[in-house]
């Protein structure tokens, strides 16, 4: 990258700002976005932070037309010393450089793109909620910006990070959900996008949960696209299993999107002795395990709810009802632990929090 400078433009009269009890889930934005360009021979450049604006790009952008796009999702936390914090962000930004090598976008520098958003959210601080439960939702994404219809990578980019104060997930707190077994559709496939974050991955899950939703079940949980047998994913989740006294999750395998949560969940677990193993697992397995009075618990792990038990699971005509539809006691301490790592109420023994240092606009 060489060039480490950001430029910044800033808004001359900030946004209202909503009460942080009343928020929902990315429907308002910060004052301030960071943009930055691509194009041949610069590479990236112009990295600034501007007033947050619509975009002026051409229709023939490539975007539109053929998807080449991926993006992240991550949270800044208020600490009870009125610290904003970052959960594991150089884990997201990995990711992100793994998901562009997929797509055939560009890599972005890791470390300039962290300075970036920790920048940006160094200058929006007064935009952190700081309600129980509530965050400063950040999305880094990149767009291929070349006008051109043919289907090729494209030569141009604009890798963007906005910023939305989001509500807490759980306002009566941590609460079990329905899921439907999905035995049609399918999210993706090994050798497809699945492990990439990208947009097309949402687009083609929403039929299923449209369908599943009509019936009162909160997500689908997915099989694997070539056998409908193993399972994969929960709705936007990871999921995890507690049978008989182990946890499971299903391995990476090509089609899972590795998720820092997941990776987190892991590495807890492994601290308290608890057994966790990663490898295939089959409805038909958690079926007989259900059978046999040996599933304890069932939940999806993510950034957004972080852990998101599975209260009822229906598979077939089968409904499974699992720990009596309440919250397990594993779930409620990766909940509980989790939580309270990522809002500075608890020690972190991994190294898992990156501080956001204050800054005055004047060293910007
Ligand atoms: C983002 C995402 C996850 C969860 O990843 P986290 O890093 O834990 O937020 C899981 N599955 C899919 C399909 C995702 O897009």
């Not at 991926?70 to 990711?95: C, H, I, T």
């Not at 439907?180 to 687009?203: D, Q, S």
């Not at 079926?287 to 077939?316: H, N």
């Not at 009802?321 to 409620?332: R, S």
Request: hydrophobic content about 35%; some cysteine; aromatic content about 10%.
């Amino acid at each position: 990258m060489g060039n480490n400078s950001i430029q910044v433009n800033l808004c001359s009269t900030g946004k209202e700002k909503p009460e942080s009890d009343q928020l929902q889930f990315g429907r308002v934005f910060t004052d301030h976005m960071f943009i930055m360009d691509y194009s041949q021979p610069e590479g990236w450049h112009d990295a600034r932070i501007v007033p947050y604006q619509p975009l002026t790009i051409d229709p023939s952008s490539m975007v539109f037309h053929y998807g080449q796009t991926v993006f992240e999702g991550l949270k800044a936390y208020l600490s009870p010393e009125g610290d904003a914090q970052l959960f594991r962000p150089e884990k997201n930004l990995e990711r992100l450089n793994r998901s562009n090598d997929r797509l055939c976008i560009p890599p972005i520098d890791e470390d300039f793109a962290l300075e970036a958003i920790k920048r940006l959210v160094a200058l929006e601080k007064e935009w952190i909620p700081d309600s129980e439960g509530t965050s400063l939702y950040i999305r880094p994404f990149i767009i291929s910006t070349e006008p051109y219809l043919g289907v090729a990578p494209s030569q141009q980019y604009k890798f963007i990070v906005i910023l939305s104060p989001v509500g807490a997930y759980y306002k009566e707190g941590i609460n079990p959900v329905k899921i439907a077994v999905e035995n049609n559709f399918v999210r993706t496939v090994t050798g497809g996008t699945g492990e990439a974050k990208t947009g097309g991955n949402y687009a083609a899950s929403l039929k299923a949960q449209e369908l599943v939703a009509n019936s009162g079940y909160a997500q689908v949980l997915w099989l694997d696209g070539i056998e409908r047998k193993y399972i994969e994913e929960v709705g936007s989740m990871n999921v995890f299993f507690k049978i008989n006294g182990e946890v499971v999750t299903p391995a990476l395998n090509g089609s899972i999107l590795e998720g820092v949560t997941r990776n987190s969940v892991i590495q807890l677990l492994k601290h308290w002795n608890i057994p966790i193993i990663e490898r295939k697992v089959s409805m038909e397995e958690v079926y007989q395990a259900y059978k046999d009075g040996l599933l304890e618990e069932a939940f999806g792990a993510g950034t957004a709810a972080v852990i998101s038990p599975i209260g009822q699971l229906t598979w077939k005509l089968e409904h499974l009802f699992i720990n009596n539809g309440k919250t397990g006691e594993i779930a409620k301490k990766l909940y509980d632990t989790l939580t309270e790592i990522q809002y500075g109420k608890q020690e972190d023994p991994f190294g898992w929090i990156e501080k956001v240092k204050e800054i005055s606009n004047s060293t910007i």
